[in-house]
């Protein structure tokens, strides 16, 4: 795939990204929401006033054209302004949802920390929490809401059995438990 290829795909990839997460609410939790605020923090008062001392450094060397560091620093410049802009609009749009308001409920909901197992797959437990779109990480259990696995978890409560389409076809798995963390 060409250079030029890529980055169409990558930009449509990238709109369609971004209309969806227009079209749709925007939850997140307090510790979500905190860490997004933090890395906003950091862009604005750490990483962009010392590539913009850079840039102005290398723009004083003279010719621009054949200047790396120039060059380098405008590109990464625009790159950070880019994530500034995103984390902005993702936080001026957050809904902030506590979990650990719903206390001891049963039921699933935004925030909650599901164990299930597969019925028919030899009972494997499995441990989920359910997240806003810019809070996944796969690898320490956290699922977007509007995830395969969430969108059949959400409203159900511990004890239900449910029915989820995986790629390998339909499996049912059991609502063990499911509890919601108290505040950080």
């Known amino acids: 795939m060409s250079k030029s290829a890529a980055r169409n795909r990558n930009g449509r990839h990238a709109a369609a990204l971004q209309e969806q997460s ?8 307090p510790q979500g929401y905190a860490r997004l605020r933090a890395e906003l923090t950091r862009l604005l008062d750490v990483e962009r006033p010392e590539l913009v001392k850079v840039i102005s ?12 560091d120039y060059i380098y620093g405008k590109k990464r410049l625009r790159e950070l302004d880019r994530r500034i802009h995103y984390l902005t609009k993702r936080l001026d749009n957050a ?25 028919h797959g ?11 779109m810019d809070e996944v990480d796969t690898k320490r259990g956290h699922v977007s809401w509007q995830s395969p696995i969430a969108r059949v978890l959400l409203k159900r409560r511990s004890g239900d059995v449910v029915t ?21």
């Open 22 to 29: 227009q079209d749709t609410k925007n939850y997140m939790t």
């Open 57 to 68: 450094w290398a723009a004083s060397n003279g010719d621009r054209s054949e200047n790396g």
């Open 95 to 119: 809904s902030v949802v506590n979990p650990a308001r719903r206390g001891d409920s049963d039921q699933i909901f935004f925030g909650a920390t599901v164990t299930y197992a597969y019925v």
């Open 122 to 132: 030899g009972g494997e437990e499995r441990t989920i929490t359910i997240v806003g």
């Open 164 to 184: 989820l389409a995986t790629p390998s076809g339909e499996a049912e798995i059991e609502i063990i438990t499911v509890r919601y963390a108290s505040e950080a």
